[in-house]
């Protein structure tokens, strides 16, 4: 079963990008015919459904994904990994939604948002037919792209065409919760081509519970600085503030979903090279992906600090202005959040070093909670926005000093103070001449394409000077494209 993997870095990149564009696509009309309290009230009640689809997915998505990978050599083997951990998986989501009817029917009190909370019913719901984790251990990234472009249309379309007004908040919640279970069903057509469904083992299911478990926990920490955020402000502040903290996330996730992209592709990747015991190349590839985050996620964050006032102005409207000081402190974390992708994609979990994610992850959620009770009350959203930004440092400290035994990054300290200084020469230069050009979108505009133009050409400049192996793999990939 053959891969490319530049083409599969592709592939992930367009598939996160779908997972986020529509939310962003969508939010200057949303913004608009919603308001910042609608937006707030869906992002509540999704922020409380994803934890049910959290636990039902039960760390599935990692660890299916590199037992997959381990496997796929031997097709016998690969039948009976899939079926006892999609049986495994289908049980726990089963037992989860119905928990889901009953909190919703029984324990959840706030008439006013009930209804949509039943909505999402659908989003939960979704989690069972998930098996994403299948594609990307086989490295089959091709599919999961093709199906998401065709839902993200469709969904997009539906919410030009049915959302029209403030009180059409329910329709949006159908929309989107609806559009996560078509997205996760239609894929299954494509099972028979690659798989066979097995008799289950109970053996087998059995020793997938500890490690999926000990992969859920950090995902679940995760969450208590991407979800709870939400949760906390909700419940301790106004609904709006959910809603400008809602829409800074999603500017924020969608670029920081081109990076871990890279990390998506590569952890089965790594994970079959581990197996392998072929060390040279998962040195050559960390090397790679470390030089080349660097690189990205320091352009991105500066960037996003440049242009974070007048961008959430144009984008989502005036009443959105909060946006810009949101947009500014959370592009912080980007740099943080890449390279700890990297460590823990490329190294921690192909080489199961999972319990040293866990400890980093539950580490950052603890940092996240005390600062959210502290600040929420006084800052409001930008409280919840310097508790994730300290959340990440966190985890990426960590996790960086946990591996720093094993794996040499003093020598890529130099590669990020220069492009740390790359990204300050860009952030001034389009600050300015967004300040000085009118109108105000011609600027926005001019800037941005002035700071990729400045901060390619500084990068291209310094990887030629060093003779970097990024540049080299690009060099010989035009090359090898002409020939």
Not at 28 to 52: C, D, H, N
Not at 335 to 348: C, K, S
Not at 367 to 391: D, E, H, S
Request: charged share 15%; aromatic share 16%; net charge positive.
């Amino acid at each position: 079963m053959k891969s490319n993997l530049g083409a599969n870095i592709l592939y992930q990149i367009i598939y996160q990008m779908l997972i986020l564009i529509l939310p962003v696509a969508t939010s200057p009309y949303i913004s608009r015919i919603l308001g910042a309290e609608q937006l707030g009230i869906y992002s509540y009640t999704y922020s409380i459904a994803y934890y049910f689809a959290l636990v039902a997915a039960l760390g599935i998505n990692n660890h299916g994904s590199r037992v997959i990978a381990e496997a796929k050599h031997d097709k016998k083997r690969l039948n009976q990994v899939f079926s006892d951990l999609f049986t495994l998986h289908a049980l726990i989501a089963i037992i989860v939604f119905a928990i889901y009817i009953f909190y919703l029917f029984f324990i959840f009190q706030e008439v006013k948002v009930k209804i949509y909370l039943a909505i999402q019913i659908f989003y939960v719901l979704s989690v069972f037919f998930d098996i994403n984790w299948l594609f990307f251990g086989l490295e089959q990234f091709k599919i999961t792209v093709t199906r998401n472009m065709i839902v993200k249309i469709i969904t997009v379309l539906s919410i030009f065409i049915f959302i029209k007004e403030e009180t059409d908040l329910w329709k949006y919640c159908f929309i989107m919760s609806f559009g996560f279970l078509v997205s996760q069903s239609v894929v299954w057509m494509f099972v028979k081509k690659y798989v066979s469904f097995v008799k289950p083992k109970w053996d087998g299911m059995k020793k997938n519970i500890i490690p999926m478990i000990i992969l859920f926990v950090p995902t679940v920490a995760v969450s208590l600085y991407k979800i709870m955020d939400k949760i906390m402000l909700g419940n301790m502040s106004v609904k709006a503030e959910v809603g400008y903290y809602e829409n800074s996330e999603k500017i924020i996730n969608m670029l920081v979903g081109v990076i871990t992209a890279v990390g998506t592709v590569m952890l089965p990747k790594m994970s079959s090279l581990v197996s392998k015991g072929e060390k040279k190349l998962v040195e050559y590839y960390m090397s790679l992906s470390i030089k080349l985050v660097i690189c990205f996620s320091i352009a991105l964050s500066f960037g996003l600090v440049a242009i974070a006032f007048q961008f959430s102005t144009a984008f989502f409207g005036e009443k959105f202005a909060e946006c810009g000081y949101l947009i500014m402190i959370l592009a912080c974390s980007v740099p943080f959040i890449a390279f700890a992708n990297v460590i823990r994609t490329q190294y921690l979990i192909p080489n199961h070093r999972d319990k040293l994610y866990l400890v980093s992850v539950m580490a950052g959620a603890l940092v996240n909670i005390i600062i959210n009770v502290y600040l929420i009350p006084i800052m409001k959203a930008r409280g919840a926005a310097v508790g994730t930004v300290c959340a990440e440092a966190t985890v990426c400290m960590i996790q960086t000093f946990a591996v720093s035994k094993s794996i040499n990054l003093r020598q890529y300290v130099r590669y990020f103070n220069t492009f740390l200084l790359f990204g300050i020469i860009m952030c001034f230069c389009v600050h300015w001449t967004i300040d000085i050009i009118e109108p105000p979108l011609v600027g926005l505009f001019l800037g941005t394409v002035e700071g990729i133009f400045i901060y390619t050409v500084m990068a291209v400049i310094y990887m030629v000077a060093i003779k970097d192996d990024v540049w080299q793999l690009v060099k010989s990939k035009v090359k090898g494209y002409w020939k």
